[in-house]
């Protein structure tokens, strides 16, 4: 009953599918549904005559009545198709009216514009959202071209811009440019567009989007604006800090802060006593112009005027408040603006500097060619300049009150200081003893002049901090002066020694030293500020800038893969519109901590700005970890973020870029990520993308052959081969090395330049290792027991082998297992190996050559071991590299070096052995050079251990100048 029921319903899906068919047909074309109705009508009046005729003569009835009978019967299933079929198209045109009424309201309502083109760049179509933009009526744009509307500095950019698009070497092109707007300059526009191609495949315009990106622009440029002033505070107050020439350094400051700020003046005034009246006035001290800005700082307005002038008691109230000026000159009152329009000022800010909380004078910035308007952090940063400013002042002031006391030498007076005083001088033993010791430091210190005459600095400093000052001392009884910063028990002291001179010789040394602990803490402040983020706590674009190319270098340096993982919130603008930027800033740090938790301390973690993060990841040892992280990463996004008590779910798109894959340089480095950033978007956001797809097939094959790897040892595909080594005096055979070989039944014979470096970064090199050296061994003891004694094998040692706990344990464990005796195993160790851990290294040697074991640096010349080392190491052998030898014969300088190797080594008393030997040239030039021992294809290529035991028993092997093999 099941199995009809169910085949009854099957049957009934079937007829309506059908049904349906045939309608969506009538509906498409409704021509062809006219003739065949037409036709069917004909069809039906024909069979309609003939059965009417034949029903006649059987049947007694009228032929009216025929007629009647015969036209309902075909009637009224035409009319029931006919309506049915009307009533469905009409039920489909009402559906596509309100479609595309729906479309239309879509269209209009949204904020970003909409736009096409025909093929000769006009407007064919814009939405209302073009007007709101850019200030220009739909109805006034459409027709006109569109580069109308492109600010004129950017048209040829605009164009070169769409060539690929043209040209079809892109699918779509997206770029960020300036349009004309009205009411102001130009707005900045991202530009989405696409192609539209007509049925032949032919260009008929293009189609996309307009978003205004006016306000992020804005942000952005704020933002450089403000890393910029914020260094160049920093690097003012280094120049207030090391100048000890005033005039110079408040000169330098001010060169430093006016062209960071992109003034057209920068000045500092002084408030002062006037030299004949006595009382308080202001005169101009310092100044920096722009170029093709006239100074004003000679102008007899600007020196020794009083504060009671007309105009000037506001401002002096003002600053001398704690507060700013910050005005457009048209805004001033009348007799300050006319002043300031004279000298050609449009705008002007101004900040007061503060000597001991005394009101010193002011820092002014002012603008002559645009009405220019400060931000309230612009102005902070200002008042921290003023601040080192002033800190610089009062310890000029402080030095001056210093050396005018300590030429009088009035002991009581310095006393009353803030600073420490001192004077040094030197004995018959030409030790270095205290003559005064005084100020408030000295009492902080505990000490005073009575405590310390005559004793030595050793006496008084531990040896550490004397081991930091005694080469200033020095050098001041040499007749320098001497600056320098003191750590002494977590304060910072600015310390000065100035040697006395008399006849030419140093009589005495004056020093004085102040507390500049919270002025370092201040510059570190500022420090902070130009290079971290201060919504997130985390590296801001300009630290991340200064440190990849550091990070470059050091990859390029050590030969290491780096990564930079590119990070984009998706839909952060529409958390951002929706809950407003506090929401959003607080999305933005509960990021930065999900972040902080899945990466490494040794990682960089930056906000690059809005919703963008990168992460560097400075040493990569394989893809596929990169991958694992990625993942974890997006993972850590599956948690809603709880925001002012809304769950917000929020996904993140990852690009990421390879160093040296994907670039050698920063820009390239960014760009390429920031790329596959957005391919990530476009594929669904929410996932990660490597640059090119060639990077996802690098990490699959080389997972795919660590995961081979693994199983090789189990499924027995490793092998050894044994290359020769001929002893040049006598051509006889004398030892062989172990080489190790991987057969995989998918992959062929892979290379071992491919497999050995991934063994190492996984750690599988330690049990492979351990099976070369034991199989090695355990074919050297064969070979002794068959009568084979006097020659050597050598096994080749990783360097993470080497470095590692317990080598010499695994070594004598193996001999002992083989029973193969200690002077016929030779470890081979390359020059790199040797120089990392250089004491565990001259330890680990010793106690192997302690067991009877030879020791072999491989690579001889490739590294930069120095001959010192090489001795310490007390190596019987070296290996000069195949590099080296390959070169015989082509250049003379590199045949000086193997000369000089080889010289070198015997006469530290070590053998050499060449490998790598393939030509005559070769191995005549090696002979005439006293080269002990060859090994290379112009004897014997790698063989298998019974192809050896044949060259063993014929002790010499003939060479073999084509490098050719049979067998």
């Not at 010791?437 to 531990?462: H, P, Q, W, Y």
């Not at 510059?523 to 990849?548: C, H, S, V, W």
């Not at 999900?594 to 690059?608: A, G, P, S, T």
Request: glycine share 4%; aromatic share 10%; with cysteine.
């Amino acid at each position: 009953m099941i199995k009809k029921d169910m085949k009854l319903s099957h049957t009934t899906n079937k007829d309506r599918n059908n049904c349906s068919n045939i309608i969506k047909f009538m509906i498409k074309h409704p021509f062809s549904v006219v003739i065949s109705t037409v036709i069917l009508i004909v069809l039906i009046e024909v069979t309609g005559y003939y059965m009417q005729n034949y029903l006649e003569k059987i049947l007694p009835f009228a032929k009216v009545t025929f007629d009647v009978v015969i036209d309902s019967i075909f009637a009224i299933p035409i009319l029931m198709i006919s309506v049915y079929s009307i009533r469905q198209y009409l039920k489909v045109s009402e559906n596509k009216m309100k479609a595309e009424e729906q479309y239309e309201s879509v269209v209009n309502n949204i904020k970003e514009v909409v736009f096409q083109t025909d093929s000769n760049g006009l407007w064919v179509f814009l939405n209302p959202a073009w007007a709101e933009v850019t200030g220009y009526s739909v109805h006034e744009s459409l027709g006109r071209n569109f580069i109308e509307f492109v600010y004129p500095e950017d048209r040829e950019k605009n164009m070169a811009l769409f060539q690929p698009l043209i040209k079809r070497e892109k699918e779509y092109c997206r770029h960020e440019i300036r349009y004309l707007a009205k009411g102001r300059e130009y707005c900045w526009i991202e530009v989405f567009a696409r192609l539209t191609l007509d049925n032949a495949g032919n260009i008929v315009g293009t189609s996309g989007t307009l978003m205004d990106i006016t306000k992020r622009k804005a942000m952005e440029q704020e933002l450089m604006n403000k890393e910029r002033l914020l260094q160049s505070v920093a690097d003012a107050t280094a120049i207030l800090l090391t100048t000890m020439e005033q005039d110079q350094a408040f000169n330098k400051a001010l060169e430093v802060l006016g062209k960071a700020t992109m003034a057209d003046r920068a000045y500092i005034f002084q408030n002062h006593f006037h030299s004949i009246t006595k009382k308080e006035v202001v005169s101009e001290k310092y100044e920096w112009c722009n170029k093709n800005i006239e100074p004003i700082i000679d102008h007899p307005d600007l020196h020794e005027f009083s504060h009671e002038r007309q105009g000037i008691t506001r401002w002096y109230d003002i600053l001398s408040s704690g507060n700013a000026i910050n005005d457009h000159v048209c805004d001033l009152p009348v007799s300050e603006r006319e002043a300031l329009e004279l000298k050609g000022v449009k705008t002007l800010v101004v900040v007061p500097i503060f000597v001991d909380n005394a009101f010193w004078g002011a820092l002014g910035f002012h603008d002559c060619s645009q009405n220019r308007e400060w931000t309230n952090s612009e102005i902070a940063l200002l008042y921290t300049a003023a601040a080192s400013i002033g800190g610089a002042i009062k310890r000029a002031e402080d030095e001056k009150q210093i050396q005018r006391l300590l030429r009088n030498d009035l002991k009581q007076t310095v006393q009353s200081l803030q600073n420490l005083v001192y004077k040094c001088k030197k004995n018959d033993k030409d030790e270095i003893y205290f003559t005064l010791f005084e100020g408030k430091l000295a009492e902080k210190f505990g000490l005073n002049t009575d405590m310390v005459f005559e004793r030595k600095l050793s006496d008084i400093f531990r040896e550490k901090t004397l081991k930091n000052i005694i080469d200033y001392f020095t050098n001041a009884f040499k007749g320098q002066m001497c600056h320098f910063e003191l750590q002494y028990e977590g304060k910072t002291y600015y310390t000065s020694l100035s040697p006395i001179i008399n006849h030419t010789q140093v009589v005495e040394v004056v020093g004085s030293a102040i507390d500049i602990t919270d002025l370092k803490a201040a510059e570190e402040q500022i420090r902070y500020m130009a290079y971290y983020d201060t919504l997130t706590g985390l590296p801001n674009r300009a630290f991340f800038k200064e440190q990849l190319s550091f990070l470059i270098s050091y990859a390029y340096r050590n030969n290491r893969m780096m990564a930079i993982m590119f990070l984009d919130l998706d839909r952060f603008k529409l958390i951002n519109d929706t809950l407003g930027h506090a929401a959003g800033d607080e999305l933005l740090k509960q990021t930065s901590i999900r972040l902080k938790q899945v990466v490494h301390e040794d990682d960089m973690i930056v906000r690059m700005g809005g919703d963008e993060f990168v992460i560097v990841f400075p040493e990569v040892f394989e893809e596929g970890n990169i991958s694992r992280l990625a993942q974890k990463i997006i993972d850590v996004f599956r948690e809603p973020f709880n925001i002012n008590g809304h769950e917000i779910y929020v996904s993140t798109s990852i690009g990421i870029s390879l160093y040296p894959y994907d670039g050698n340089d920063m820009d390239s480095l960014i760009k390429n990520a920031d790329t596959a950033m957005y391919r990530a978007k476009e594929d669904g956001r929410n996932n990660y993308k490597f640059y090119t797809e060639n990077m996802n097939k690098r990490a699959l094959e080389r997972l795919e052959m660590e995961n081979n790897l693994r199983k090789a040892l189990e499924k027995k595909e490793l092998f050894i081969v044994y290359q020769p080594r001929i002893n040049l005096k006598t051509s006889r055979l004398v030892g062989a090395e172990a080489l190790l070989r991987w057969k995989q039944p998918t992959l062929g014979l892979v290379s071992p330049v491919e497999f050995i470096p991934v063994a190492e970064e996984t750690g599988l090199i330690h049990p492979i290792g351990k099976w070369i050296l034991y199989s090695a061994c355990k074919q050297a003891k064969k070979w002794y027991d068959n009568g084979y004694s006097d020659f050597k094998v050598s096994v080749n040692i990783s360097a993470v082998q080497f470095q590692k706990e317990g080598l010499v344990d695994i070594v004598r464990e193996v001999l002992l297992e083989t029973q193969l005796t200690p002077r016929m195993l030779e470890l081979e160790i390359t020059e790199n190996t040797i120089m990392q851990n250089t004491e565990r290294t001259v330890e680990t040697i010793q106690e192997l050559k302690e067991m009877g074991i030879e020791i072999s640096i491989d690579d001889f010349g490739t590294g930069f071991s120095s001959l010192s080392y090489i001795k310490e190491f007390d190596s019987d052998n070296l290996k000069i590299d195949k590099s080296f030898i390959r070169d015989i014969g082509l250049s003379a300088s590199n045949e000086s070096i193997i000369c000089a190797i080889i010289s070198m080594a015997h006469s530290l008393g070590m053998s050499i052995i060449a490998e790598g030997v393939e030509t005559i040239e070769q191995l005549e030039f090696l002979e005439d050079s006293d080269c002990d021992e060859v090994q290379g294809y112009l004897f014997s290529k790698p063989v298998s251990p019974e192809e050896f035991t044949a060259l063993l028993h014929n002790r010499t092997i003939p060479t073999n100048p084509s490098n050719t093999y049979v067998g």
